[in-house]
């Protein structure tokens, strides 16, 4: 009983001499020295067979504790890619030179693969010269892709459509693959392609997600030289009117540790001060960063449905055929003539039509709808709107949203001067939206 009360006095003592002096006993302040930081030079380069604009980055390394959120963007160094000793190009500075991919070349046609060995260097002033190489991985192709309504459960047990990848593994090889799903739509004016990323997820135990979490990453340590079947769970929402199409690369190892290494230290940055310090993978000699190189091939896995975009309108202007490759119609609920919108466009003469309601017959003050009707030329930098003439709507199902019309008439320059052009037999036949 002595022994128990004299370590409770010592307790007491001991919390009431640790409280003295500051406010909470339980705080300990210690004044430590940030590490002293040697900046390194960092250099990002990723091609694929199908690259047509190759980037890179070049930027400095910076200090734990530095909260500059600006790129430390090294613009004043020279990259060059060398394919078996032979010098290919040199990267040029970009015009957004404050993005993480700073230097760029504009190869014109898809790279391809290069049997053999590439080589990247980089330098700048101050730094030891950068150099990685890396070669394109053989070829795994796959042999079936299949799409399934509903053909899936998330880890929930709900519903998703379902991307079923079938594909052999070669035998006694290392392999490594990255897949995603993609919907890629393009510009009929001005060219541009655009690749929008499709959500999915997986529950196949040989997956994980790679380091920027749009893709998963497939090592065959678990399925070597067999036949390999891959279920993914689409929960993003399809747009209809473009393919649903699987991305399929075959990857370096060094790419497959470099994404690991990257998610981990992402996944890890939700931990705040308590996080352990995580090692991004790196293949640059004098540096840090990652050169990889991968064959990619695009498979469908869903064609796009034709019958939500069955948008007509032809026409001749000035006597030339007008036949625009964008077509676009919309009812916005509002009032006046820009209520019910029909808009062309060929990339170079654009025409519009407006109205203030769709009613079958000609179109007129006499119907109580209003209406107009404007046509640029790009060319000659000169638009046009409604002289004379007759539109009509020839049929519309309001249940479908689907409208058909004809359009015969003149055209003033909105200028004032004497400056008539003849449209005729203009068609249209559009499916517009709400």
């Not at 006694?172 to 392609?193: A, K």
Request: proline fraction near 3%; hydrophobic fraction near 35%.
């Amino acid at each position: 009983m002595k022994n128990t009360n004299l370590f409770y006095s010592l307790l007491m003592i001991l919390f009431l001499s640790s409280g003295c002096g500051g406010d909470d006993p339980f705080s300990v302040v210690l004044d430590v020295d940030p590490p002293e930081h040697v900046k390194q030079l960092a250099l990002h380069c990723y091609i694929t067979n199908n690259s047509q604009v190759l980037f890179a980055g070049l930027s400095e390394t910076r200090a734990l504790l530095d909260v500059n959120e600006n790129l430390n963007n090294v613009d004043e160094g020279l990259i060059s890619l060398y394919h078996n000793g032979n010098k290919l190009f040199d990267y040029a500075l970009s015009d957004n030179p404050g993005a993480f991919v700073n230097y760029e070349y504009d190869n014109v046609d898809p790279f391809g693969v290069r049997e053999g060995e590439l080589e990247i260097r980089a330098s700048a002033p101050g730094y030891p010269d950068l150099i990685a190489t890396q070669s394109f991985p053989d070829k795994v192709a796959v042999s079936n892709v299949v799409f399934e309504e509903d053909g899936t459960v998330d880890i929930d047990g709900f519903r998703l459509d379902a991307v079923e990848v079938t594909f052999t593994d070669p035998v006694g090889e290392e392999n490594f693959y990255e897949i995603g799903l993609v919907q890629i739509d393009s510009s009929c004016v001005s060219g541009d392609v655009y690749v929008y990323q499709v959500g999915f997820e997986t529950q196949d135990l040989n997956a994980e997600r790679s380091g920027d979490y749009n893709s998963i990453l497939l090592s065959d340590v678990g399925f070597d030289g067999l036949e390999y079947k891959i279920i993914l769970g689409v929960y993003a929402n399809i747009n209809e009117s473009q393919n649903l199409s699987l991305q399929w690369k075959n990857i370096t190892k060094e790419h497959y540790q470099y994404s690991r290494s990257l998610r981990a230290f992402r996944d890890n940055q939700d931990f705040g001060f308590i996080s352990e310090p995580v090692s991004i993978f790196s293949n640059i000699e004098n540096g840090l960063g990652i050169f990889t190189c991968a064959r990619e091939e695009i498979y469908t896995a869903l064609l796009a449905s034709t019958e939500n975009d069955p948008n007509v309108l032809t026409g001749i202007i000035e006597g030339t055929p007008y036949e625009p490759c964008d077509i676009d119609s919309y009812d916005n609920g509002g009032t006046g003539a820009n209520k019910f919108r029909i808009n062309s466009n060929d990339g170079v003469k654009l025409l519009s039509f407006g109205l203030s309601d769709i009613v079958v017959g000609e179109i007129g003050p006499e119907t109580g709808t209003t209406f107009y009707i404007y046509y640029y030329d790009s060319l000659n930098d000169k638009d046009y709107f409604y002289e004379e003439g007759v539109l009509e709507i020839t049929s519309h199902d309001d249940d479908l949203n689907f409208v058909t019309g004809t359009f015969n008439g003149v055209l003033r320059n909105s200028n004032g001067v004497n400056d008539e052009i003849e449209v005729e037999d203009v068609i249209f036949e559009v499916t517009y939206s709400d």
